[in-house]
């Protein structure tokens, strides 16, 4: 039965809903409705030639196309459910370099490489250097306040130690971390006109980051240091990666943790200043469940999507070989069927199986025991530090196909 209540057109990848809101209560109405439902495109916005993709609203089927590779495929179209309307097939294709738009098998052989540098040791082996970073991070944010105590969340704190922590991973020189800092964020800000950021500026500063990625490489063959770079050309010294894919890695390091975690600190901070109880409760018992709930709560990837490799049925609805199929993650962390109390931000929610970082499967984020001691790290740092933050305005939204981003949020340190 089609859903009656979604507007004809409505469109979830929609860059300007997004810069809105998050459609909440439509995802609600597919869930109770039409939870597995077709969305029709415009062929030629997408950067896809079909007609449209399916939007996958429950938990339990985000979960499923998930962990199920060999039925729904992240290599055939990349797991990106929309690109910029001005990119050309061949630019899409290049980005299958990446593993996150790879499949098993050649998907896990890179993954096994690839994680010895996100083990729980190696991630442990960071926290004492990001502790200070944290720390140092509020403390210039507090300096650097204007003479009423206000400053802009975003740019002083959220951005700052997901960079930090991924320069520190990569082992990114100091002298050159603003470098590398820049041609991330161009990388993933395409949809916003703010920062005018053509296909093309995005296309250069990658190509830039491989081009340094591969010097850097260059260097630590002659001198191994204890960081990722070292073991990922160790790896490729055994055979075992290439060098595109050892440059294609770093740059989906630097996107996949760098917007991601800065706008679940950025909602984490909003969701605290909107939610004083728990901003009182996190500050007396700084609960160990916070973080997992600030990303649920913040689900900073609203969606991915995969491609059917077959004939095949989801939720009750037939899907075609070669449908797009949408998982939207914003939709199943506020699912009633798993979730008491859905809409409600509760810092202690346990169990929280929030698929924030994905529904399981092969390419559940690598990167995240390292967000959530980021995430960790940096709210003890704030209700140490600035215990008395306010808002001062709303937040100013990213315009984005699939991140729920978060580009400005004045907050001040001055009492009322
Ligand atoms: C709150 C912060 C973060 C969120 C919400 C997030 C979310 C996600 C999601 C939804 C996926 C796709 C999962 C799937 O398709 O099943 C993913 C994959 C990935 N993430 Fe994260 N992520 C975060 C932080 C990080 C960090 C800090 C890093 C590394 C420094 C990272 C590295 C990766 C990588 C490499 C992948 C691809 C994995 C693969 O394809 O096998 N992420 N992340």
Known sequence: MPCPA?????DFTDPDLLQDRVPYPEFAQ??????????????????????????VTRHADVKFVSTHPELYSSNTNTAVIRFNSSIQRDQIEVQKLIMLNMDPPEHTRVRQIVQRGFTPRAIRSLEDVLRRRARDIVATALQQAGPDGSFDFVENVAVELPLQAIAELIGVEQKDRSKVFDWSNKMVAY???????????????AMEIVGYAMNLAAERKQCPAKDIVSQLVAAEDEGNLSSDEFGFFVILLAVAGNETTRNAITHGMHAFLTHPDQWERYKRERPGTTAEEIVRWATPVVSFQRTATQDTELGGQKIKAGDRVGIFYSSANHDPEVFDDPDSFDITRDPNPHLGF???GPHFCLGKSLAILEIDLIFNAIADAMPGLRLVGDPRRLRAAWLNGVKE????????
């Open 191 to 205: 949809d916003d006109p703010e920062y005018a950021i053509t296909e093309e500026i995005g296309a250069e500063a």
């Open 6 to 10: 979604l507007p004809d057109g409505f």
């Open 409 to 416: 949020l004045q907050v001040s340190t001055a009492a009322e």
């Open 30 to 55: 597919l869930r109770q409705s039409e939870p597995v439902r077709w969305i029709p495109q415009e062929r030629g916005i997408t950067g896809y030639d079909d007609e449209g993709y399916w939007a």
């Open 358 to 360: 994905g529904g399981g």
